[in-house]
């Protein structure tokens, strides 16, 4: 007999395909919220791929890049089993909010606990029922509140692995950075799972270049681990990944009206202006420089910033395989 893969009690066997739905409360009208669970196995032996997006309710663009790998059929595998949970936080979902409805940001309650606040409930479940199944996790989020990422996938430096397989992804940049406690990304890695985490766009926003790029990153991803069939495009990249080995947050010095004036990856020299910020009555025009040559990776794209606002992340180390040499400042 054919292994069969346990999910939430539920059993899946070789070339089977199936809906899984993840019950663990109701909204306080009683009704259900149910958190379907897309599952397809190949009949032939392989890795285990978990796809999530929408940990944060309000991120969007993560859960139409899953979308958009079940509609396209990316995720029916020709070996090993290719697992996709499009929204994880159903709850935040339906209200456009990034965190459980306890008020929890459930990207910091892993693993979470039997008996805790509904966030932490929810975590230990996914933990206990759903993780020990799975050797690659790939999972998608956005930058928060008005603050656009620009295509990247975060890894631990010290994850050889996980650096091959951001390397196969190859979005724009890669971004080295510490994991943090009790995220989801740092819970992985404790159980010895693969992951790649990545950040594109703005909550409540869907932006069709992000979407492609995880998808794209996806599809090669896939394909490394010859899980991919031979039905599906595999796009390539039009250059390797530039790597962030450092960065920092450019903070509004003045209160006011916000002008970006650079785009998302751009590079960008130091001294150099990259926006301004005005009062509405038209007597102050602060003009913002950057202090070291750099990568622009974040933009914040509200129209009003308060003093000490984060307005742009910018690399301060980076390994640009583009060029003829390593630049690094």
Known sequence: MKDPLYILGNQIMPGERKTINFNIAKLYTSTKVEIPIIVERSTQPGPVVLITGGIHGDEINGVEIVRQL??????????????????????????????????????????GTKKGSLASRFAYQFVNEILPVVDVCLDFHTGGASRFNTSQIRIDPRNEKDIELAHVFNAPFILESKRIEKSYRATCAKMNKSILLFEGGKSEFIDKSVAEAGVDGVIRVLRHLKMLSSKIEVPEALQPSITIKSSRWIRAKYSGMFHSEITHGEFVEKGQIVASITDPYGKNNYKVKVANSGYIININESPIVYQGDAIFHISTSFVNPNVAEDEKE
């Open 70 to 111: 079940i509609y396209k059929k990316v995720n029916r595998p020709i070996k090993g089993t290719i697992i996709c949970i499009p929204v994880l936080n159903v709850f935040g979902f339906l209200s456009m909010d990034r965190n459980f409805p306890d008020g929890r940001d459930l990207n910091r309650v892993f693993p």
